[in-house]
């Protein structure tokens, strides 16, 4: 039986976390410095999580290795099984010839890319976050502005900036849930607080899409759009999660923001679209000069021929759209039907893992939980995914043979990034199991009331590190509750900022830039997305932190039943 120490180096919480720091440090460096393949920095990260967790936390070198190994599986499936057949899926439109239209149908509401940003990643991206969660939405909507003519750098980056508001409330509220469930809060009163947070990440968020895609100019050329998107997402956001349902907020944002939009845009036309669009083709010549053999969406559309100049008949619109219509009406039934929502739970099979399963104690003496792993066979989201290629297959009337071939081809091509989520998963497993974790937290959580400004980097560390806002609050939320407590702070503010810090921490997350670069045909290139997206997470952050720490100070007025 084994049960981490807090401060098992020297009895010192300060040596003890920095040594807990070098796992994580290891993979920035790595990556952000060194410029490493994602899976070499992977790699690297779990030997050193390993090594600290042996000689610095006494952890036994069978309950780490087997703690790796779980996290490894958890990292092979649901995650990279969800990444998988989402790809899978829009690889079926490729190979069936529907991958152009779906550009000419995007381009009937505007064929201006800084528009075309906010449509996809903001607004759609939000509602399959919504919907599905756990890195759908970024590889969906990454090939979906490929589609459109992004350039697989920018493409990239777009969705995972994009991929931020939306989070806390994802999956049908599955982060803000799980808080609730360990710290006992209701859990409508802790989605109610975020819905008192993220909505300010939500109103200047697609304004930093704008830039990304265009610049100052873009700025001043569409901030009224920008302005309009993103407020109206952030007051959906906020009355749904305080008055409606904590389950459907982003449902509802998202659909709000894109009826804004596209309301928007029939009394009101962007100037310089045009202008905007010759740098993108100017900046797709310079990518396939320069990486002529990317791969993925991008060689999709490097190599596609717009045949089809006829114009779009209903039937072409349907067809393009289907694969996306598919999966809002699968998922919708999934997640928002209780009956199904049940009975595909009652699904799950609970595997004890061998050998870890009853020797892992958490650091308050308790036998952990986490040693049990879910095998969602049925309730995944990938499995709902493959359904949907399925489904999308016959209609396009395409083989077995031909969408076997595609999804074999796409394993293949991905294995790297499988093997790089994996190795990913297996670190956070190895530094949650032995304390590293934990310790982090508990040196931040031990800054009294300084801690309200602090409280979300535990979140955006949590998120980082597992690329999951769920796992993030799992780690986490009951520390924050307990920080709290200590520091005469409304517990219910701390635990909310868990997971509003963490909706930021989710584009820098080595899974998710994985994801991201699978999609759009930069594998092996994680290392250069960090690089770009790495400033806007630390920018974000600086916000939330900012943000709470008044909100339990000078704004206490904007906590629920705060005074």
């Known amino acids: 039986m084994y049960t981490p120490e807090i401060a098992p180096l020297a009895d010192s919480l300060l040596w003890s976390s920095l040594a807990a720091l070098l796992p994580l440090l290891t993979i920035f460096v790595t990556l952000g410095f060194l410029k490493w393949k994602a899976h070499w920095a992977g790699l690297a990260a779990v030997i050193v999580a390993l090594i600290v967790a042996i000689f610095v936390y006494s952890m036994p070198v069978g309950l780490a290795g087997l703690s790796a190994s779980q996290g490894f599986a958890f990292g092979l499936f649901p995650i990279m099984w969800i990444v998988i057949t989402a790809i899978w899926l829009y690889e079926l439109t490729v190979k069936s010839g529907h991958f152009e239209d779906l550009r000419l149908v995007i381009n009937v509401i505007s064929d201006d890319p800084r528009v075309q940003a906010i449509l996809v990643a903001f607004c759609f991206g939000g509602l399959l976050e919504a919907l599905a969660g756990f890195g759908a939405p970024v590889a969906i909507t990454g090939v979906m502005l490929i589609a459109v003519g992004f350039t697989a750098m920018r493409a990239a980056v777009v969705v995972l900036v ?73 007051a959906a956001q906020f009355v749904s999660a305080n008055y409606l349902s904590v389950e459907m907020t982003d449902i509802i944002a998202s659909l709000m923001g894109l009826a804004a939009a596209v309301i928007m845009l029939q009394f009101w036309k962007p100037v310089g679209g045009q202008d905007a669009l010759d740098k993108m083709a100017d900046e797709r010549s310079r990518e396939k000069a320069t990486a002529p053999d990317a791969g993925g969406a991008a060689a999709a559309v490097a190599t596609s021929v717009d045949t089809k100049t006829t114009p779009l008949t209903g039937k072409r619109v349907f067809m393009a759209l289907f694969p996306y219509l598919i999966v809002i009406v699968i998922f919708s039934g999934a997640k928002l039907i209780p009956v199904i929502d049940k009975w595909l739970a009652s699904t799950d099979v609970k595997i004890p893992w061998p050998g870890l399963d009853g020797n892992i104690m958490t650091a308050a003496g308790e036998l952990s939980t986490s040693t049990v792993y879910n095998f969602q066979w049925l ?185």
């Not at 509220?173 to 710290?183: E, H, K, Q, R, V």
């Not at 947070?197 to 265009?214: G, S």
Request: one cysteine or more; charged letters at 10%.
């Open 162 to 234: 994009a991929n931020t508001a939306p989070v806390a409330f994802g999956a049908i509220a599955i982060p803000i849930i799980t808080a609730g469930n360990l710290t006992g809060i209701d859990y409508k009163e802790i989605g109610a607080m975020v819905g008192h947070q993220t909505p300010l990440l939500a109103a200047i968020v697609p304004l930093f899409l704008i830039f990304l895609v265009d610049g100052k100019r873009g700025l001043r050329q569409l901030w009224p759009l920008a302005l309009v998107v993103g407020i109206v997402f952030g």
């Open 379 to 563: 309730s995944s989201p990938g499995t709902m995914l493959l359904v949907s290629g399925i489904i999308v297959a016959i209609v396009y009337k395409m083989t077995v043979k031909d969408a076997f071939q595609v999804f074999v081809d796409n394993v293949v091509k991905m294995r790297f990034s499988i093997l790089t989520v994996g190795l990913v998963l297996a670190l956070a497993y190895v530094m949650n199991l032995s304390g590293q974790t934990i310790t982090i937290g508990t040196w931040i959580a031990g800054t009294g009331a300084l801690f309200a400004f602090l409280s979300p980097i535990l979140g955006w560390l949590g998120t980082a590190v597992t690329g999951s806002d769920t796992s993030a609050n799992a780690l986490f939320a009951t520390l924050q509750q307990t920080a709290a407590t200590k520091a005469g702070i409304d517990p219910v503010l701390l635990v909310a900022a868990n997971s509003s810090g963490g909706v930021v921490g989710k584009m820098i997350s080595p899974q998710n830039l994985t994801i991201a670069a699978t999609a759009v045909g930069l594998l092996g290139q994680e290392a250069s997305i960090f690089r770009r997206v790495i400033w806007w997470s630390l920018g974000m952050l600086v916000v939330m932190c900012l943000l709470v720490g008044l909100q339990s100070t000078v704004l206490s007025w904007m906590v629920p039943g705060g005074a």
